[in-house]
């Protein structure tokens, strides 16, 4: 038996189909699977995507699908009788800061029936879920913990609502802190947020140079100290083309993430690069253990490069995830890089 999450599918069909596949889930019950939210907007298959996650939801027991606050703004438009030409503001920013039109369009050419049906399967959508594997306890939810367990008044209980769509965890947070219950959590798991973000602020904190790398890598998912977060950009897939360079980079780098709890292995899909060609470079994550200061041969030998790379061949392979060895002056850098390098022969 196996225990999957997957969040923030975004439109992408095909790619959500093609994970489903590549983890080999097993339709049979022996496999769980966890949706964090925001299955519309965005991708071109916003709807079609919606309504797929919501047969599984319905057919299969052991499909759970939470609430992401693309739902609650899809359903609260829904819900406010929205018409075109309205000037309801919460309605607009869904249309269009956060990219809902087109499934409006596609939910007004539903049968009413089927429209009825819709709102009231998103209004049931529960905001988390608690899972327990292999002695460990896992909170999910869209983006900030919610506690059912948890005594609140009724503006408490709101605004923790409106958190559990909404709210960025701060890197350091323990999602946890303000937790009184009798459940005793180990990790919580989450989307919302792409990933890209919090390996930014590491970046920021751990005095990594940043700056626009000529190449790409993937995203991947993140792991805090209390929490996972397992949204990779998929929204991104369909704006490769974008007029906006800095979405057109977040297209290259979008994935959809699979996270099984058993071992906590991680699963991605994406699409062929269209613009650049995709660097081979080890994964974020284990860049970032690198300690700062560590030798530049130290860092080369980690990296599986030959020692017999001049320095200028080894800042161009790390170009590519963003990571500059110079700190000071290059020319000074790259000789000691070479000094290093000339000394281990």
């Known amino acids: 038996m196996a225990t999957y999450v997957i969040s923030d599918i975004h439109g992408a069909l095909d790619e959500f189909r093609t994970l489903l596949k590549k983890i080999s889930f097993q339709y049979d019950g022996t496999d769980e699977l966890y949706l964090l939210g925001d299955y519309c907007d965005w991708g071109l298959k916003s709807l079609e995507t919606l309504l797929y996650v919501k047969e ?42 956060n990219k809902g039109l087109a499934t409006w369009k596609a939910y007004l050419q539903l049968p009413e029936e089927d429209k009825g049906a819709l709102a009231i399967w998103m209004h049931g959508l529960p905001l988390s879920a608690t899972v327990k594997v292999e002695g460990r306890t896992y909170l999910l939810s869209h983006a900030y913990p919610y506690f059912y367990d948890q005594i609140e008044n009724e503006e408490e209980g709101l605004q923790k609502r409106v958190d559990a769509l ?21 990790t919580f798991i989450c989307g919302h947020t792409i990933t890209d973000y919090y390996y930014g602020l590491v970046r920021f904190e751990r005095d990594w140079p940043y700056w626009k790398p000529t190449d790409y890598m993937r995203n991947h998912i993140f792991r805090g100290e209390r929490f ?15 007029s906006r360079e800095l979405i057109q980079m977040a297209a290259l780098r979008a994935q959809l993430a699979a996270l099984r709890l058993e071992d906590e292995k991680e699963y991605y899909v994406h699409r062929p690069p269209i613009h650049i060609p995709e660097a081979n470079l080890p994964n974020l994550p284990n860049i970032q253990d690198l300690a700062v200061g560590q030798s530049f041969l130290e860092i080369s030998k980690w990296l599986g490069v030959p020692g017999r790379l001049s320095g200028e061949e080894l800042q161009k392979i790390l170009n590519r995830a963003g990571i500059s060895l110079f700190r000071g002056e290059k020319k000074d850098t790259i000789n000691n890089y070479d000094k290093e390098t000339d000394e281990e022969s």
């Open 56 to 97: 599984l939801d319905e057919t299969y027991p052991f499909v759970h699908t939470l609430m992401g606050n693309h739902e609650l703004m899809f359903l609260t438009t829904i819900l406010s009788g929205y018409k075109d030409g309205d000037e309801d503001v919460n309605a607009k920013n869904w249309l269009y800061a």
């Open 228 to 242: 996972i977060d397992i949204d990779c950009g998929a929204k991104c897939m369909d704006y490769d083309y974008d």
């Open 166 to 186: 909404w709210r960025r965890l701060m890197l350091h947070e323990d999602p946890f802190a303000d937790y009184h219950g009798e459940e005793n959590y180990t």
